[in-house]
């Protein structure tokens, strides 16, 4: 899709505007800018989706970090501490529960 698009834009006389859509593989929606110009209700809809659009790339990239530093710590054996919050019950603070507490719940 984004080579098609790619191709495309450089052969159009129109002025367009190209927001990917994050997840979904290369899914877009072009948009001559005329059209955004001359309708306020069109414009305030490409305002929201390009707003959603940022914010939906930035939580990916971070997801993909995320993932990333994940399995590094699992290929060096290392287990993260999880935070399974204070242990009220038994009086004391379980910050670093591992997966043997886990399966003792």
Do not use: Y
């Amino acid at each position: 899709m984004l080579t098609a698009i790619e191709d495309f834009r450089p052969g159009t006389a129109q002025t367009l505007s190209f927001m990917r859509v994050p997840g979904f593989h290369g899914l877009g929606i072009l948009l001559p800018h005329w059209l955004v110009a001359e309708n306020t209700a069109l414009a305030q809809v490409v305002a929201r989706l390009e707003a959603r659009f940022a914010e939906a790339a930035a939580l990916q990239s971070t997801e993909a970090r995320r993932l990333v530093l994940e399995i590094a710590a699992q290929r060096f054996g290392r287990a993260r501490p999880v935070w399974t919050g204070p242990d009220v019950g038994a009086g004391k603070d379980r910050r670093h529960a591992g997966p043997l507490d886990d399966a003792r719940r």
